[in-house]
């Protein structure tokens, strides 16, 4: 069975930092691509990154590039995405998610809260 | 504001059926058959219901079935069910290399 448990939520100051990670399980992680994927309250979803399976392509937002950075360890089989300089704006649950191919999402985790306030 | 635009809200009695638009443009929807649809109830994850424009899942009812014309993708939901009360979402890969959500609709059984 798959699982992804997200980790790392939290409140931070805005201009703060936060590391947010991605237990994956059930799957030969390693193999797949994987993706950050977060909703504000009460809004709708937004697609934040993407990374290959190797790692070595990655996708951004174009509001979350140069401040956010996705990665993975895929001997940890663990996803990560530091986020730095954060903005009121970036308060939402933060979804991982598992793909088919680079662009089709087939599991997702269950989120973890993001809450930038002074 | 999205990149997908689908309606705000649709309802629909038991048994009925509804359709959900998912209107893009040629660099996303109407160009790429990487669509996807997902059902999300509150304070859940989402879950995939339809990708590929049409296909479904293991598990997922064959109630839902999804399809494209033009920019325009459309999930379709028949013998509507009280439990289909949920927020439904579209998505598709643009040629820019990203993601690119609706809105959400909402989905409200009479």
């Known amino acids: 069975e798959v699982q992804l448990m997200e980790s790392g939520g939290g409140l931070v100051q805005p201009g703060g930092s936060l590391r947010l990670s991605c237990a994956a399980s059930?799957?030969?992680?390693?193999?797949?691509?994987m993706t950050w994927v977060r909703q504000a309250p009460g809004k709708g979803l937004e697609w934040v990154s993407t990374i290959s399976d190797g790692g070595g392509r990655t996708y951004y937002a174009d509001s979350m590039k140069g401040r956010f950075t996705i990665s993975r360890d895929n001997s940890k089989n663990t996803l990560y995405l530091q986020m730095n300089s954060l903005r009121a704006e970036d308060t939402a649950v933060y979804f991982c998610a598992k793909l088919r191919g680079l662009w089709r999402i087939d599991y997702w985790g269950r989120g973890t809260l993001i809450t930038v306030s002074s | 504001q999205s990149a997908l635009t689908q309606p705000a809200s649709v309802s629909g009695s038991p048994g009925q059926s509804i359709t959900i638009s998912c209107s893009g443009t040629?660099?996303?929807?109407?160009?790429?058959?990487?669509v996807s649809w997902y059902q999300q109830y509150p304070g859940k994850a989402p879950k995939v219901m339809i990708y590929d424009v049409s296909d479904r899942p293991s598990g997922v009812s064959n109630r839902f079935s999804g399809s494209k014309s033009g920019n325009t993708a459309s999930l379709t939901i028949s013998g509507l069910q009280a439990e289909d009360e949920a927020d439904y979402y579209c998505?598709?890969?643009?040629?820019?290399?990203?993601?690119?959500f609706g809105g959400g609709t909402k989905l409200t059984v009479l």
């Open positions: 040629t660099s996303d929807v109407g160009y790429y058959n990487y």
């Open positions: 059930g799957f030969t992680f390693s193999s797949y691509a």
């Open positions: 998505s598709s890969y643009t040629s820019n290399n990203t993601l690119a």
